[in-house]
């Protein structure tokens, strides 16, 4: 007969492997509140798993990995200075949620990969994040993928998505030298960006054959730059705003390529403000550009296409306005410098086409107009002096 001690012993044995193989299968809630800890959870395959962690304390790590599962819910939220957080998930419908708080020098690092990885979204927040990142990567369609940055300076967010139908929004409040990158590649895609402070940069790239994508900018601040590209687009969209009092130094670059019944708008509001905009090889396209105040100029060129419609409008000081659509009939460019359009020059070229009609109209001294047209016929030119 087996004495009690042995009998105990297998007991507690018992015990800690059924406890190992459930930890296995669904990890729970790590907590702890220290520094330097790490906590990594897995789940491989199944339905509707969830996963949490929550850390408080500096330079602590958490980890989660959800593979071949559907209806996942990853869920890490971490307090303190230089901490990660990473998931990883496989599958349809999942939802990854992180949030970090007085967290300057960390990082967040979220993924939504392979094939059938549809109809997923994960949010990102971190507040108080000097020095902070964010990178989200989303493969497959209808993902969507959200980063809220608040009060910090150096925070970094990037949005990776490809296939169609994705929505993209990052909002970086409060903030000095601050960064957004959105790489889209498919169609119906969204892209929404709003920066507030001074020193920012974004950068959105939506390509392949993308049908109905749009790309938005917010930004007030001063010498913070915009750059979007579209490629291979029909009825797709481009809004840029540079907005509120001491907004200089700022630059706005947009370019639309192989794009059919597309638009691009830039709003640039008070200070030394740039705006380029370019679209090339397509058909009904408008592209407008409004900006006040001092030291603004403005460039669109529209080449070899039909039904172009380019508008300018200016008003302050130093101002200059070029615009060329070369090629191509049914074109329209306006431009109007107006108030105290000081130092203002503006240019229009219309080369070859059928029923081009260039206006520009102008107020103010030292102003210079001048627009070619050649070749084609029933062509229109109008230039207003005041």
Known sequence: ????????????AALFAANSAWAGIDAGTPESSSTENQAAITQL???????AVDQTG?????????????NAIANVTTTGSDNSATVSQQGSNGVVNINQTDAPGSSVTATQY??????????????????????VIQDDFNN??????????????SVSQSDESEVATVDQVN?????????????????????????NMVSISQLGDGVGNSATVDQDGNNSSVAISQTVAMGSSVSVTQYE????????????DSVTSSNATVIQDDGYNVATVTQSNGANLNASVSQSDVSNMAD?????????????????????????????????ADIAQEGDAAFAVATVTQDGGLNNMATVMQQGTGAVATITQMGGSNNSASIAQH
């Open 1 to 12: 007969m087996k004495s009690s001690k042995t009998i105990l012993s297998l007991a507690v």
């Open 175 to 199: 903030g000095n030298d601050l960064s957004v990158t959105v790489d889209q590649d498919g169609t119906s895609d969204i892209a929404s960006v709003l920066q507030t402070g001074n020193n």
């Open 45 to 51: 395959e199944g339905a509707d798993n969830t996963a």
């Open 300 to 332: 669109i060129a529209q080449t070899a296409g039909s039904d172009l419609t380019a508008n300018v409008y200016q008003d302050g000081n130093t101002n200059m306005a070029t615009v060329a659509q070369t090629g191509g009939s049914f074109n329209t």
């Open 114 to 135: 392979e094939s059938y990885s549809d109809n997923n979204n994960i949010a990102v927040s971190q507040t108080n994040t000097a020095g902070a990142s964010a990178d």
């Open 58 to 70: 500096d330079r602590n790590s958490a980890s989660i990995l959800q593979d071949n599962t559907f």
């Open 144 to 157: 969507i993928a959200t980063v809220n940055q608040t009060d910090g300076t150096n925070m970094s967010a």
């Open 245 to 256: 009092s001491y907004s200089d130094g700022n630059i706005a670059d947009v370019s639309q």
